[in-house]
């Protein structure tokens, strides 16, 4: 085992997430290895202050005062607001009559769909829900989705390009399971969520930020993808580049 591979399962080693073997693989490197074996006891040490820190803080009176001064006084509508209220009741309206509406409703749409997709994505960093198959190895990750979901999500090995494959778990974006696909890039998590669309239409990736994470979005072959993390966005779109690219090569094959 490598200090890449290592320190990427250090953190599962921590929360007790690793089965009997990867453990021990890591514990016997971690023997061996002085570097990694000061930062598992780096990160122990951080839980311990976390766990035992107090980490409530109240809020000044003053302070309060000040924010309550600061926010905007609540009034009552006035009779002209209250008319340019139908109005725009009577211009959706017609707006609806054109299919225009439904345009507008379908961006909704995508944008709640994005955020249950970045809500999800913030699930996963939280300790023991990142992966439900945990692996390096793509032959395993793969085969671990079947029978799972409609389709199997492409499990694709990037470590050469400097994308470490974690592992992979079910997740739940619109009601509906899907698969994500998690990757690392240095101490970056990306999870790859995939679903299955009716739409054959190709999508070219395009990025977005929200809560504060990267999202690079776009569909091929039958397949919905969101790539989400806090890498830069340049990071992420050479991920997906390399991803589709590999997923190519793959299909040519």
Not at 199 to 225: A, V, Y
């Amino acid at each position: 085992m490598t200090c890449e591979e290592a320190e990427i399962l250090l953190h599962a080693l921590i929360d007790g997430e690793l089965d009997a073997g990867h453990a021990r693989e890591v514990e016997a490197h971690v023997a061996n290895c002085p570097r990694c074996a000061a930062e598992l006891a780096a990160y122990r040490e951080m839980g311990r202050a976390v766990a035992t820190a107090d980490l409530r803080y109240a809020a000044p009176a003053a302070l309060r005062a000040r924010i309550e001064a600061a926010l905007p006084q609540t009034r009552q509508p006035s009779r002209r607001a209250v008319l340019r209220g139908f109005a725009m009741g009577s211009a959706v309206s017609a707006l609806a009559a054109t299919g225009l509406v439904a345009i507008v409703l379908r961006q909704d749409d995508q944008q709640r769909i994005l955020s249950e997709v970045v809500s999800a994505h913030l699930r996963s960093l939280q300790a023991g829900h990142l992966t439900d198959v945990l692996s390096t190895d793509q032959h395993t990750v793969k085969p671990w989705f079947n029978g799972k979901l409609d389709v199997a999500p492409p499990v694709i090995d990037l470590t050469a390009q400097g994308f470490t494959l974690v592992g992979g778990r079910l997740d739940y974006v619109d009601a509906r399971a899907i698969g994500a696909v998690v990757y690392r890039r240095r101490q970056h998590v990306i999870n790859l969520f995939v679903a299955q669309t009716a739409s054959p239409e190709h999508r070219p990736p395009r990025t977005e930020t929200m809560q504060g994470f990267n999202c690079r979005r776009w569909s091929n072959r039958g397949l919905n993808f969101w790539a989400v993390s806090d890498l830069g966005a340049d990071e992420l779109a050479e991920f997906v580049d390399k991803f589709e690219a590999a997923m190519q090569r793959n299909t040519e094959g």
